[in-house]
């Protein structure tokens, strides 16, 4: 499974973004997906996560309400539209796939079993 994640920038606080996660290789349909971020220092924590028919949805407490998760089974595409950013957004994004998981949508890293190379997220203040 390749993923490679792409969206990221520069904006100011306030501001929108949406990131992108091609992914290859394999039946994108029967993943779990979710998108993590890490900032410098900080451990890598979860974002967001949705299940391999987007019938469910999780959102860390710190974007729910501003962050919404997608994917397109069609395109092999997951996004992650980011509206009403701030400056503690700021992180290196990392789409990831849970092959294993079946129907549950976990939130730890180590449940994760392929990870795409990050994309930048810089908010201004």
């Known amino acids: 499974v390749q993923l490679q994640a792409s969206g990221g920038g520069l904006v100011q606080a306030g501001g929108s973004l949406r990131l992108s996660c091609a992914a290859s290789g394999r039946t994108f349909s029967n993943y779990v997906m979710g998108w993590f971020r890490q900032a410098p220092g900080k451990e890598r924590e979860f974002v967001a996560g949705?299940?391999?028919?987007?019938?469910?949805?999780y959102y860390a407490d710190s974007v729910k309400g501003r962050f919404t998760i997608s994917r397109d089974n069609d395109k092999n595409t997951l996004y992650l539209q980011m509206n009403s950013l701030k400056p503690e957004d700021t992180a290196v994004y990392f789409c990831a796939a849970d092959i294993n998981s079946g129907l549950r949508v976990g939130r730890a890293p180590n449940e994760y079993d392929y990870w795409g190379q990050g994309t930048q997220v810089t908010v201004s203040s």
């Open positions: 949705i299940s391999r028919t987007s019938s469910t949805k």
